[in-house]
């Protein structure tokens, strides 16, 4: 049983390693757009906002499915062959897998939101816009006087 286990942690292991990887690569842009934009530097913003939107695009809504979600849910299954030698393991890789399509979920939200900004930055021809998560009316919303 401790084999099982540690076989299931060392596998979890390279492919955390591998979202990780893949998650930080793309959150070096967004980290020097904020550097720009608060040093009221437009252009550079704006180049950070689009290196960081091809690389949301490339890393985190392909490759992240297409390359780790696959290998996980296929390559995976049938390298351990759950079915016969790992029962247990069973319950622990459908849990992993939904965690992971909740994780692309999230990603496909965020592209959107990605997305709206980008759209509201050519509205206002490149000028670098305010985040959209902040909304004025939403203090006048909770509190009205």
Same mark, same amino acid.
């Given at each position: &049983? #401790?084999?099982? %286990?540690?076989?299931? +942690? ?6 955390? =390693?591998?979202?990780?990887?893949? %998650?930080?690569? =793309?959150?070096?842009? #967004?980290?020097?757009?904020? +550097? ?10 704006? +180049? ?21 979600? /696959?290998?996980? =849910? ?26 992971? #399509? &909740?994780?692309?979920?999230? %990603?496909?939200?965020?592209? +959107? ?5 980008? &759209?509201?930055?050519? /509205? ?9 998560? =902040?909304? /004025? ?9």
């Amino acid at each position: &049983m #401790l084999k099982d %286990h540690n076989l299931l +942690v060392y596998r979890l292991f390279r492919i955390g =390693s591998i979202i990780l990887a893949l %998650h930080d690569a =793309s959150d070096v842009f #967004l980290e020097a757009g904020k +550097v720009f934009k608060y040093s009221n530097r437009e252009i550079g913003a704006s +180049v950070c906002l689009g290196l960081f939107a091809i690389s949301w695009l490339l890393l985190r809504l392909i490759f992240f499915p297409f390359w780790v979600i /696959k290998s996980f =849910s296929c390559d995976f299954r049938e390298f351990l062959n759950l079915s016969e030698s790992y029962p247990r393991l069973c319950y622990e890789y459908y849990v992993i897998n939904a965690i992971l #399509l &909740m994780l692309l979920a999230f %990603h496909v939200y965020w592209w +959107v939101l990605i997305c709206s900004v980008i &759209m509201r930055q050519l /509205k206002s021809r490149g000028k670098v816009v305010e985040d959209i998560r =902040s909304d /004025k009316s939403f203090s006048s919303f909770f509190f009205p006087f």
